[in-house]
């Protein structure tokens, strides 16, 4: 199936689709969806960076 079918787009909160089509979105909504996205960024960096502490910490375990 292609990505471009509705129920196979990944779905963040529950609110935002994926590609869907923003034309007929007011300024509001595109505003939140923007924070919404930033924020879920934020919460990917933060995951990203304590696995990547993680890692460097075994590493270094496993060089010695």
């Known amino acids: 199936m292609a990505i471009h079918d509705k129920e196979h ?5 529950g609110l935002l ?6 034309s007929a979105q007011s300024l509001e909504d595109l505003a939140e969806r923007r924070a919404a ?8 960096d933060e ?5 990547s502490a993680t890692r460097a910490a075994a590493d270094s375990l496993f060089k010695s």
């Open 47 to 51: 995951v990203v960076r304590a696995k």
């Open 9 to 13: 787009r990944p779905k963040i909160g």
């Open 37 to 44: 996205l930033e924020a879920e960024i934020r919460r990917v």
């Open 17 to 22: 689709v994926v590609g869907e089509d923003l």
